[in-house]
T-cell receptor
Framework: AQSVTQPDIHITVSEGASLELRCNYSYGATPYLFWYVQSPGQGLQLLLK??????LVQGIKGFEAEFKRSQSSFNLRKPSVHWSDAAEYFC?????????????FGQGTRLTINP | ETGVTQTPRHLVMGMTNKKSLKCEQH?????MYWYKQSAKKPLELMFV???????ENNSVPSRFSPECPNSSHLFLHLHTLQPEDSALYLC????????????FGDGTRLSIL
């Protein structure tokens, strides 16, 4: 069965510092991996996705993620965070059910930015 | 309007009430989803519709009843809910096919008295 683990429930970084959010997945085949961000009172917004090819994926808002098959990881990074990056971040692995995409989400990592 | 729109944004109801949540997508997608988001729990997939046909019912209690009259609209009918059903209910849509990203609405915050 598919599963996703985000080991860090809450992370605090200073504005301008670098960021890495961890994600480990379990999936029987080549995974389809996603990172979403959720600001308070809003739905989830797609940051980036990985299907195949280059293992370093660029996303919106200056985020990137690296797929490492040997470690079953898909960590999200940003070289310099901004106060507006404070939000909840979700990693997800995708599978198919009768044509529709089924996503399994991790528990999320809440990011706080110190000024 | 663009994207995925959910109404109402907030709903307070008693345990014996009947209400419905509405979701509408303007993205031309053909798959729609209901999720439940509770505090300190991962997002739980409740229902999946592909081409207006329900393809997944993730062991959801019968007090939740989905309806998908066409590919742009999705409803979640609620009746005789329990306090533990208080949560944020998120709707999403996508194109069919592997790797298609889901686009989410802003959710309905449901509180059961």
């Amino acid at each position: 069965a598919q599963s996703v683990t985000q080991p860090d429930i809450h992370i605090t970084v200073s504005e301008g510092a670098s960021l890495e959010l961890r994600c480990n997945y379990s999936y029987g085949a080549t995974p389809y991996l996603f990172w979403y961000v959720q600001s308070p009172g809003q739905g989830l917004q797609l940051l980036l996705k990985y299907f195949s090819g280059d293992t370093l994926v660029q996303g919106i808002k200056g985020f990137e993620a690296e797929f490492k098959r040997s470690q079953s990881s898909f960590n999200l990074r940003k070289p310099s965070v901004h106060w507006s990056d404070a939000a909840e971040y979700f990693c997800a692995v995708g599978g198919l059910i009768q044509g529709a995409q089924k996503l399994v989400f991790g528990q999320g990592t809440r990011l706080t930015i110190n000024p | 309007e663009t994207g995925v729109t959910q109404t109402p944004r907030h709903l307070v109801m008693g345990m014996t009430n009947k209400k419905s949540l509405k979701c509408e997508q303007h993205l031309g997608h053909n798959a729609m989803y209901w999720y439940k988001q509770s505090a300190k729990k991962p997002l739980e997939l409740m229902f999946v519709y592909s081409l207006e046909e329900r393809v997944e019912n993730n062991s959801v209690p019968s007090r939740f009843s989905p309806e998908c009259p066409n590919s742009s609209h999705l409803f979640l009918h609620l009746h005789t809910l329990q306090p533990e059903d208080s949560a944020l209910y998120l709707c999403a849509s996508s194109q069919e096919g592997m790797g298609q990203p889901q686009h989410f609405g802003d959710g309905t915050r449901l509180s059961i008295l």
